[in-house]
C-alpha cells in the first residue's frame, strides 16, 4: 500500500517532556511537509523538506525540530511541550513538480 | 489579513442537493487545491489545479487566477459528504516551495 504513515495516532504527555512523531511516505515523493492543526481547525505549515534538505521553516518554536533520515522519512521532534503545543500534527508529502499534497492520518497531542 | 479567504464557513443541506463553496485570494497564487476532512480526520485531496476548471463525480472545481478566486461544486449531496472542506492555494513568488495557506474550512452537513 502507498501512502503516507503516521504514528502515533494519539499522545497524551505533561509539560516540559519530549515527544517525537515519525512519519513514512511510500509513495516515492520527494518533499515532506508538517502542518498543524489547532483547536479551530486552521491549517499552517510548520516545515518542508526536499530530498533532507529543509526548504520552508516557518516562525515555529526552536524546541520544534524536524528530522529527515532520507527523502520517505520526516520526524518531528518536541524538545519540551507546553500548553499550547495540544492540537493535531499531520505531515503530507509531494513531488516538488506538481506540489498536490497527500496526508497522513495525523497525530493528535494532548499536553497536560 | 488572510491571504486565503474561504466561504461559507458552515453549509447545511439535504440529501440530493447541491451547493458551492468559494475561496478568494488577497495575492496571486499559482496553484490552488481543495481537500475534504473526514470525521476521522483524514485530509483528502479532491482537486489540484493550475488554472481552469476539473471534474470528478459529483464535483467540480474552477481556479481563475486572474480573478483570484476558486470554487468548489458539489451536487446530489450524499451523506457521505459531510465533512470539512478547505481550499488552500501556493502563492506565485517565483520559488516553487510548495508552501500551501489554507482556508478556514467549510463544515458541511449532508442529512436525509
Known amino acids: 500500500e502507498t501512502a503516507v504513515f503516521q504514528t502515533p495516532n494519539y499522545h497524551v504527555t505533561q509539560v516540559g517532556n519530549e515527544v517525537s512523531f515519525n512519519c513514512k511516505q511510500t509513495?516515492?515523493?520527494?518533499?515532506m511537509y508538517w502542518y498543524k492543526q489547532d483547536s479551530k481547525k486552521l491549517l499552517k505549515i510548520m516545515f518542508s523538506?526536499?530530498?533532507?534538505?529543509?526548504?520552508v521553516n516557518e516562525t515555529v518554536p526552536r524546541r520544534f525540530s524536524p528530522q529527515s533520515s532520507d527523502k520517505a522519512h520526516l520526524n518531528l521532534r518536541i524538545k519540551s511541550v507546553e500548553p499550547e503545543d495540544s492540537a493535531v500534527y499531520l505531515c503530507?508529502?509531494?513531488?516538488?513538480?506538481?506540489?498536490?499534497?497527500?496526508f497522513g492520518a495525523g497525530t493528535r497531542l494532548s499536553v497536560l | 489579513g488572510d491571504q486565503v479567504e474561504q466561504s461559507p464557513s458552515a453549509l447545511s443541506l439535504h440529501e440530493g442537493t447541491g451547493s458551492a463553496l468559494r475561496c478568494n485570494f488577497t495575492?496571486?497564487?499559482?496553484?490552488v487545491q481543495w481537500f475534504q476532512q473526514n470525521s476521522r480526520g483524514s485530509l483528502i485531496n479532491l482537486f489540484y489545479?493550475?488554472?481552469g476548471t476539473k471534474e470528478n463525480g459529483r464535483l467540480k472545481s474552477t481556479f481563475n487566477s486572474k480573478e483570484s478566486y476558486s470554487t468548489l461544486h458539489i451536487r446530489d449531496a450524499q451523506l457521505e459528504d459531510s465533512g470539512t472542506y478547505f481550499c488552500?492555494?501556493?502563492?506565485?513568488?517565483?520559488?516553487?516551495?510548495?508552501?500551501?495557506?489554507f482556508g478556514h474550512g467549510t463544515i458541511l452537513r449532508v442529512h436525509p
Open positions: 503530507a508529502s509531494s513531488w516538488t513538480s506538481q506540489n498536490t499534497l497527500y
Open positions: 489545479l493550475a488554472s
Open positions: 495575492t496571486t497564487m499559482r496553484a
Open positions: 523538506y526536499n530530498n533532507k534538505q529543509l526548504i
Open positions: 488552500a492555494a501556493e502563492a506565485d513568488t517565483g520559488a516553487n516551495t510548495g508552501k500551501l495557506t
Open positions: 509513495l516515492g515523493h520527494d518533499t
